[in-house]
């Protein structure tokens, strides 16, 4: 059968499957969202605003430019980037046009982006969604529908030192988030290939030896030599060589150990992964943040692309909030990594344009502060109205409508309330629950004399104001605040 | 497995006949499948693209395109921040009238979406059977809000809410159409006194594009009760249509009397004329209040009454509007720069429409429990200012 004819055939199957309804048997209409994915209510807004102002901020110090990209990309722009992963990416159905996929990252997409664009240069952040058909564990934070910060920044450069910027953002963001302490692990591909290599693992097993080893944060030891060896088909030696390796831990010293041994030095590839990795870490120890980095043999990130340093950053605990289930790491936060062969596998002539970025994953960082700010008494405004339009008599709405539209026109925020002829006391009710601090009330004497009392909402405290007057001296007391 | 796919082995086994007869073959074998269960048929399909991807899955190689989809586009740095300030200054006019934001996902159980968007429905990006759940991306922002609001039981709640939505238009992106595309709305869910809200909603429209300073513009105003009563009326023939338009325009300089005594005079020849005009009365009472709140939110100025309008889609129920750049517009400006004569359509300056559409909460509520909505969606704004960007960049730019 050709392919063509394979297409036919499976058309008029599935045309024969809506016939029959689609479906075995009717079902309930299910209100929920698609699995793996949650609506954001006005709270979760709320943190997660202050959650992106943050890194933001922190983006923009570094001088980063801000892009963005569709939400799908066309299948054959992702195919072949993603290795084992690309099991779990979104297709679109074929609806007679191209064929599309929802983007897995962020990374690909702006790889497409330069060489597009023929862009050699750039410094970007990139604040978007990404899709995983993954098993979520919506309870820690793991989502299919999730978002993504990442900061990037291609060119040819003088090695490390992008790299070393990068990792001083994962400090900055990740201290003012104030999530509680954080470790950033640092391990280079080279370092990785060639310690794989010394150790004896044949050069077509690397790949998968690497994603049995990134499993070493999930799995003891002892099950991941496992899985080497009998699933993978390592040779005994071959895992307990690489054991002693993967279990070292340090700073710069670790770099200049391997460097003198004897076993790892046979390996050129992993010489230049220890050589850039000091001058890595000389770099951070000026931008002061070797408090927290360590550089880790174990660390071996899922993504095929890497070609240089790749880093993950982790919460060693929870922070304040006393929660009894789980008290463990939350997992990784952020992860990234040097990327120098992407652009090119898009570019027409293989022009290369070496990468090196970071990826924010914010839903754990959402998920906790959530909890945070559940376990504090300390509420939560979801809008920013400054006062309340009211009135305690009836037949004032008119009054009320001129009122507020003076305010918004004056670029006040103001509410009224949709009746007619509403209770003062429902009216006062509405500021105290959605935190309103202002109250202006109208009444028939007040109108008459030209004013209108201004009510402080937590004070209770009234005072008169003249109409004329009202906007200057509402703008006074918000400024204030 | 093995007896229930006899028949399906079947029409593998002679589908991978020789050629010449296969495609008969495989027709013949389809009528014999019609005993075929549906997860006998998901069972053949997965089969049949194992053996596609064996093939290699594509007929012959072909180059790769370095192109974003059909439809959509990335946003380079100088345009995102045209967007951002766009966003704040929408978003500043929201959180002015005092709403909250929310977020929903880009994709929806399809069942979610279907049923609702009536002849746009072809419109939806469905997303491929993988397995799990069918699902298609949101076409507008209105309907996962309602559904939020019956999952969540909300009664009332004033939100906004920016995100992109997807339709498989024919895009014609010069004229800032695409498949992909930004919407802003506003809405007010929740049972209050008549009109009041909805003149909220258009006073937001009006704030929004005087600030955008994008030139002049107008908010076209109906409301779906006129228009079905037109509709009813329209029994009669078609020169009474214009007639009854007019003498309903004149509602803000006649009184209800004269103007009542006047369509009756018109039609009453009708079974039922009476009470129509009285239906039709009421409705347009309704209006009238709203023109009332219209006054004292000062932006009469801008609105108009037009019977003509008659917005796209099925779930409105009461007022509707649209707002549309008028000519002098910068629309027109791009038009003649690419070189090009484009007619001035109308539907390339439409901004920002909306409406009250009291049933859909309803639709998804267990109980069936309504919860009255209106709202606005802006939407296109970059497109339109974008010709204009590099006028614009000589104004001072914030950051």
Known sequence: MTVSQIDEEVAKLLELKVQLG???????FTLKTAKGTRDYNPKQMAIREKVFNTIISCFKRHGAENIDTPVFELKETLTGKYGEDSKLIYDLKDQGGELLSLRYDLTVPFARYLAMNKVTN?????IAKVYRRDNPAMTRGRYREFYQC????????????????CLKIVHEI????????????????????????VCGVPDDKFRTICSTVDKLDKMSWEDVRSEMVKEKGLSEEA???????V??????????????DAKMSQSKQACAGLTDMKQLFSYLQLFQVTDKVVFDLSLARGLDYYTGVIYEAILTQTGPVPKAEEGVSVGSVAGGGRYDGLVGMFDPKGRKVPCVGVSIGIERVFSIMEQKAEASAEKVRTTETQVMVASAQKNLLEERLRLTAELWNAGIKAEVMYKKNPKLLSQLQHCEDSGIPLVAILGEQELKDGVVKLRTVHSREEIDVSRAKLVEEIKRRTSDV
Do not use: C, T, W
């Open 22 to 28: 689609g479906d075995e048997g009717r079902h309930q």
């Open 122 to 126: 750039i410094k970007r952040y990139h």
């Open 150 to 165: 990442d900061f990037d920044i291609a060119g040819q450069y003088d090695p490390m030192i992008p790299d070393a910027e």
């Open 174 to 197: 990740l201290s003012e988030l104030e999530l509680g302490d954080f470790r950033i692990k640092v391990n280079d591909r080279r370092i990785l290939d060639g310690m794989f290599a």
């Open 239 to 245: 895992a307990d060589q690489i054991g002693q390796y």
């Open 247 to 260: 279990s070292l831990q340090g700073g710069m010293d670790l770099a200049e150990r391997l460097l003198q």
